[in-house]
């Protein structure tokens, strides 16, 4: 069966600290992955999405980026954080080539919380 | 643009049913997703919708109406443990997209 596993779980870095979340997949492969935040009381915003390695689609402008060194893992980074990139960081996983009634399956979720 | 649209919250009581709703105006619809997110988890998947009608799954059920941009999530038989945000999002190709979220508070 497949399993994505998301770390840390909880951080707390300072302004202007650099950052980086990593998310791997296991049990599929060359999946869709997805990095999405969530603000407090908020939806879930797609941030980037990544359909195979090195192939990295931007969603919203900001001061993150991702990568894709292997087919199963996704990282998200930044070389300085805001106080406005605190929140919930979620990593999901789909099945790639349109098959639309899969969903997507997200990761345990790191809390940033930046000071 | 892309516009979902869901309650901001809702409350029932236990062993009520209670019906979510969901509007929707997006570039593209490749199906719709429901999703249930305990506070401070992850959302986990509970159903999916392309075709009109209704599909149910045990006490839960989600209908969809693609002329309308229109569907809701049934709860039914209500028992604490539903206390939970849920999200409604749109597939659109290889991307899903998010509704702010329903808070239902389940009540003794």
């Known amino acids: 069966s497949q399993t994505i596993h998301q770390w840390p779980a909880t951080l707390v870095q300072p302004v202007g600290s650099p950052l980086s979340l990593e998310c791997t997949v296991e049990?599929?492969?060359?999946?869709?992955l997805y990095w999405y935040r969530q603000a407090a009381g908020r939806g879930l915003q797609l941030l980037f999405y990544?359909?195979?390695?090195?192939?990295i689609s931007s969603e919203v402008p900001q001061n993150l980026s991702a990568s894709r060194p292997q087919d199963r893992q996704f990282i998200l980074s930044s070389k300085k954080l805001l106080l406005s990139d605190s929140g919930f960081y979620l990593c999901?996983?789909?099945?790639?080539?349109?098959?639309?009634?899969?969903?997507?399956?997200f990761g345990d979720g790191t809390r940033l919380s930046i000071l | 643009g892309q516009n979902i649209d869901q309650p901001t919250e809702m409350t029932a009581t236990e062993g009520a049913i209670v019906q979510i709703n969901c509007t929707y105006q997006t570039s593209g619809f490749n199906g719709l997703f429901w999703y249930q997110q305990h506070a401070g988890e992850a959302p986990t998947f509970l159903s999916y919708n392309v075709l009109d009608g209704l599909e149910e799954k045990g006490r839960f059920s989600s209908f969809l109406s693609r002329s309308k941009g229109y569907s809701y999530l049934l709860l039914k038989e209500l028992q604490m443990k539903d206390s939970a945000s849920y999200l409604c999002a749109v597939r659109n190709t290889d991307k899903l997209i998010f509704g702010t979220g329903t808070r239902l508070q389940v009540f003794p």
């Open positions: 049990g599929t492969s060359n999946p869709n």
């Open positions: 999901a996983w789909g099945l790639t080539g349109g098959v639309s009634s899969q969903p997507q399956h």
């Open positions: 990544s359909v195979g390695i090195g192939q």
